[in-house]
Protein backbone atom coordinates (compact mmCIF):
# COMPACT_ATOMS: atom_id res chain seq x y z
CA UNK A 1 0.00 0.00 0.00
CA UNK A 2 2.62 2.38 0.64
CA UNK A 3 4.64 1.84 -2.50
CA UNK A 4 0.88 2.46 -4.65
CA UNK A 5 1.12 5.96 -2.58
CA UNK A 6 4.19 7.18 -2.41
CA UNK A 7 5.59 5.09 -5.16
CA UNK A 8 8.63 2.91 -4.96
CA UNK A 9 12.26 2.74 -5.84
CA UNK A 10 15.04 0.30 -4.57
CA UNK A 11 17.84 2.72 -5.63
CA UNK A 12 16.51 5.41 -3.40
CA UNK A 13 14.68 6.01 0.11
CA UNK A 14 10.99 6.26 -0.02
CA UNK A 15 8.81 8.83 2.40
CA UNK A 16 6.07 8.18 3.80
CA UNK A 17 4.38 11.48 3.83
CA UNK A 18 0.94 10.31 6.29
CA UNK A 19 0.53 8.17 8.92
CA UNK A 20 -2.22 5.52 8.43
CA UNK A 21 -4.17 7.05 10.69
CA UNK A 22 -4.35 9.66 8.84
CA UNK A 23 -5.51 8.15 5.29
CA UNK A 24 -8.43 6.29 7.55
CA UNK A 25 -9.90 9.74 7.63
CA UNK A 26 -12.61 10.51 4.85
CA UNK A 27 -12.45 12.28 2.12
CA UNK A 28 -13.51 15.42 3.08
CA UNK A 29 -12.11 15.32 6.48
CA UNK A 30 -8.66 15.34 4.77
CA UNK A 31 -7.85 11.48 4.90
CA UNK A 32 -8.23 8.93 1.55
CA UNK A 33 -11.28 7.04 3.00
CA UNK A 34 -9.16 3.80 4.35
CA UNK A 35 -10.41 1.72 7.10
CA UNK A 36 -8.91 0.98 9.96
CA UNK A 37 -8.93 -2.87 11.12
CA UNK A 38 -9.38 -2.48 14.63
CA UNK A 39 -12.33 0.25 14.00
CA UNK A 40 -13.89 -2.17 11.27
CA UNK A 41 -13.60 -5.06 14.12
CA UNK A 42 -15.66 -3.21 16.85
CA UNK A 43 -18.35 -1.82 14.50
CA UNK A 44 -18.79 -5.41 13.63
CA UNK A 45 -18.03 -6.32 17.17
CA UNK A 46 -21.28 -3.38 17.67
CA UNK A 47 -23.26 -5.62 15.18
CA UNK A 48 -22.76 -9.13 16.92
CA UNK A 49 -24.04 -7.33 20.72
CA UNK A 50 -27.01 -5.58 18.50
CA UNK A 51 -28.04 -9.01 17.13
CA UNK A 52 -27.70 -10.99 20.22
CA UNK A 53 -29.78 -8.08 21.91
CA UNK A 54 -32.48 -7.89 19.56
CA UNK A 55 -32.81 -11.05 17.16
CA UNK A 56 -34.08 -14.48 17.71
CA UNK A 57 -31.87 -16.09 15.12
CA UNK A 58 -30.49 -19.79 16.08
CA UNK A 59 -26.91 -18.06 17.03
CA UNK A 60 -28.78 -15.25 19.43
CA UNK A 61 -30.77 -18.37 21.38
CA UNK A 62 -27.34 -20.30 21.17
CA UNK A 63 -25.22 -17.67 23.15
CA UNK A 64 -28.04 -16.91 25.32
CA UNK A 65 -28.06 -20.32 26.34
CA UNK A 66 -24.66 -20.83 26.58
CA UNK A 67 -23.87 -17.50 28.49
CA UNK A 68 -26.73 -17.05 31.05
CA UNK A 69 -25.43 -14.52 33.40
CA UNK A 70 -28.10 -11.99 32.88
CA UNK A 71 -26.76 -8.05 33.16
CA UNK A 72 -23.26 -9.32 34.42
CA UNK A 73 -21.16 -8.48 31.49
CA UNK A 74 -18.11 -9.37 32.75
CA UNK A 75 -15.96 -11.73 30.95
CA UNK A 76 -13.71 -15.09 31.71
CA UNK A 77 -11.02 -16.47 30.57
CA UNK A 78 -12.84 -19.89 29.58
CA UNK A 79 -15.33 -17.56 27.33
CA UNK A 80 -15.19 -17.45 23.66
CA UNK A 81 -13.25 -14.45 21.58
CA UNK A 82 -16.57 -13.72 20.36
CA UNK A 83 -18.83 -13.29 23.75
CA UNK A 84 -15.33 -11.47 25.01
CA UNK A 85 -15.63 -9.15 22.50
CA UNK A 86 -19.26 -8.42 22.99
CA UNK A 87 -18.97 -8.06 26.62
CA UNK A 88 -15.48 -6.03 25.99
CA UNK A 89 -17.97 -3.39 23.76
CA UNK A 90 -21.59 -3.91 26.09
CA UNK A 91 -20.94 -0.08 27.82
CA UNK A 92 -20.47 2.06 24.52
CA UNK A 93 -23.53 -0.19 22.69
CA UNK A 94 -25.53 0.29 25.40
CA UNK A 95 -24.68 3.87 25.70
CA UNK A 96 -25.65 4.34 22.17
CA UNK A 97 -29.18 3.17 22.69
CA UNK A 98 -32.43 4.17 23.96
CA UNK A 99 -36.02 2.80 24.17
CA UNK A 100 -39.16 3.46 22.76
CA UNK A 101 -42.20 4.02 24.61
CA UNK A 102 -43.19 0.73 23.83
CA UNK A 103 -40.08 -0.57 24.91
CA UNK A 104 -38.22 -1.41 21.77
CA UNK A 105 -34.63 -0.71 21.49
CA UNK A 106 -33.57 1.60 19.31
CA UNK A 107 -30.05 2.48 17.59
CA UNK A 108 -29.76 6.17 18.55
CA UNK A 109 -26.74 6.83 15.80
CA UNK A 110 -28.92 5.39 12.94
CA UNK A 111 -32.04 6.21 10.81
CA UNK A 112 -35.16 5.50 12.42
CA UNK A 113 -33.46 4.04 15.29
CA UNK A 114 -32.69 0.78 12.98
CA UNK A 115 -28.65 -0.40 13.31
CA UNK A 116 -26.39 -0.23 10.11
CA UNK A 117 -22.56 -0.94 10.22
CA UNK A 118 -21.52 2.67 8.41
CA UNK A 119 -23.25 4.21 11.96
CA UNK A 120 -21.68 1.61 14.06
CA UNK A 121 -18.05 2.49 12.28
CA UNK A 122 -18.67 6.16 12.32
CA UNK A 123 -19.23 5.90 15.76
CA UNK A 124 -15.63 4.20 16.67
CA UNK A 125 -13.77 6.17 14.30
CA UNK A 126 -11.84 9.64 15.06
CA UNK A 127 -13.38 12.18 13.48
CA UNK A 128 -12.34 15.62 12.12
CA UNK A 129 -13.71 18.84 11.11
CA UNK A 130 -14.65 18.94 7.25
CA UNK A 131 -12.94 21.77 5.20
CA UNK A 132 -13.84 23.38 2.41
CA UNK A 133 -10.48 22.67 0.39
CA UNK A 134 -10.96 19.02 1.76
CA UNK A 135 -14.47 19.06 0.46
CA UNK A 136 -13.97 20.29 -3.37
CA UNK A 137 -10.48 18.35 -4.07
CA UNK A 138 -12.39 15.49 -4.29
CA UNK A 139 -15.18 17.26 -6.82
CA UNK A 140 -16.58 14.29 -9.03
CA UNK A 141 -15.52 16.35 -12.20
CA UNK A 142 -11.57 16.14 -12.21
CA UNK A 143 -9.55 12.89 -12.66
CA UNK A 144 -8.35 11.41 -10.27
CA UNK A 145 -4.30 12.11 -10.95
CA UNK A 146 -5.82 15.66 -10.05
CA UNK A 147 -7.87 15.12 -6.94
CA UNK A 148 -4.51 12.97 -5.58
CA UNK A 149 -2.35 15.70 -6.72
CA UNK A 150 -4.16 18.24 -5.15
CA UNK A 151 -4.52 16.03 -1.89
CA UNK A 152 -0.77 16.36 -1.82
CA UNK A 153 -0.61 20.18 -3.04
CA UNK A 154 -2.54 21.21 -0.42
CA UNK A 155 -1.44 18.83 2.69
CA UNK A 156 2.30 19.51 1.85
CA UNK A 157 2.98 15.97 0.81
CA UNK A 158 5.37 17.07 -1.78
CA UNK A 159 8.76 16.23 -2.01
CA UNK A 160 9.57 19.94 -2.22
CA UNK A 161 12.30 21.62 0.25
CA UNK A 162 10.95 22.98 3.17
CA UNK A 163 8.41 19.84 3.37
CA UNK A 164 11.45 17.99 3.55
CA UNK A 165 12.64 19.03 6.77
CA UNK A 166 9.36 17.01 8.77
CA UNK A 167 11.67 13.77 7.88
CA UNK A 168 14.95 15.94 9.44
CA UNK A 169 16.74 16.05 6.38
CA UNK A 170 19.18 18.75 6.02
CA UNK A 171 19.39 20.52 2.78
CA UNK A 172 21.12 23.62 1.68
CA UNK A 173 18.28 26.14 0.11
CA UNK A 174 17.32 25.56 -3.20
CA UNK A 175 16.05 27.76 -5.37
CA UNK A 176 13.29 27.88 -7.77
CA UNK A 177 13.56 25.86 -10.89
CA UNK A 178 11.87 28.27 -13.21
CA UNK A 179 12.94 31.68 -11.69
CA UNK A 180 16.36 31.09 -9.69
CA UNK A 181 15.52 34.20 -7.55
CA UNK A 182 13.69 32.26 -4.82
CA UNK A 183 13.44 29.61 -2.09
CA UNK A 184 11.94 26.37 -2.98
CA UNK A 185 8.54 26.30 -1.13
CA UNK A 186 4.93 25.86 -2.34
CA UNK A 187 3.33 28.53 -2.30
CA UNK A 188 6.48 29.90 -4.38
CA UNK A 189 6.81 27.41 -6.89
CA UNK A 190 2.62 27.16 -7.87
CA UNK A 191 1.17 30.41 -6.75
CA UNK A 192 4.16 33.52 -6.42
CA UNK A 193 6.67 32.64 -8.67
CA UNK A 194 6.78 34.99 -11.90
CA UNK A 195 6.25 31.67 -13.94
CA UNK A 196 3.44 30.59 -11.72
CA UNK A 197 1.32 34.00 -12.01
CA UNK A 198 2.02 33.94 -15.72
CA UNK A 199 -0.27 31.06 -16.05
CA UNK A 200 -2.87 31.60 -12.82
CA UNK A 201 -3.37 34.82 -15.05
CA UNK A 202 -3.54 33.18 -18.59
CA UNK A 203 -6.28 30.52 -17.43
CA UNK A 204 -8.53 33.18 -14.96
CA UNK A 205 -8.26 35.46 -18.29
CA UNK A 206 -9.84 32.36 -19.86
CA UNK A 207 -12.62 31.80 -17.58
CA UNK A 208 -13.76 35.08 -16.65
CA UNK A 209 -12.18 35.14 -13.03
CA UNK A 210 -10.05 38.46 -12.05
CA UNK A 211 -6.98 37.65 -10.04
CA UNK A 212 -7.12 38.12 -6.28
CA UNK A 213 -5.34 39.63 -4.26
CA UNK A 214 -3.97 36.52 -1.69
CA UNK A 215 -0.87 35.25 -0.63
CA UNK A 216 -0.84 31.63 -1.08
CA UNK A 217 -2.06 28.55 -3.34
CA UNK A 218 -4.66 27.64 -0.81
CA UNK A 219 -6.04 30.63 -0.83
CA UNK A 220 -5.86 31.56 -4.29
CA UNK A 221 -7.89 27.52 -5.08
CA UNK A 222 -10.75 28.67 -2.37
CA UNK A 223 -11.30 31.53 -4.56
CA UNK A 224 -10.83 29.71 -7.60
CA UNK A 225 -13.87 26.73 -6.45
CA UNK A 226 -15.86 29.82 -5.25
CA UNK A 227 -15.87 31.61 -8.76
CA UNK A 228 -16.27 28.41 -10.57
CA UNK A 229 -19.05 27.41 -8.36
CA UNK A 230 -21.15 30.73 -9.22
CA UNK A 231 -20.26 30.22 -12.67
Same mark, same amino acid.
Given at each position: ?????????? &??? &??????????????????????????????????????????????????????????????????? &??????????????????????????????????????????????????????????????????????????????????????????????? *??? *???? *????????? &? *???????????????????????????????????????
Amino acid at each position: MASFLWGSNS &NKK &NFHWAKWSRLCYPIDEGGLGFRALADVEKAYTLKLWWRWKNNKSAWCEFVKARYPRGEDMRSRITDS &NVWRRICGIHDMAASLCSYTSSGTMQWDPGIHGLFSLASAYNEIRDTKFVTFTDKHIWHKNQTMQVKFFLWKLLNSFLPISENMQRFQITLQPSR *CPL *CRSN *CETTDHIFF &N *CSYSKKIWQYFMAVFGINMPMVASIRQIMILWWIEAGSK
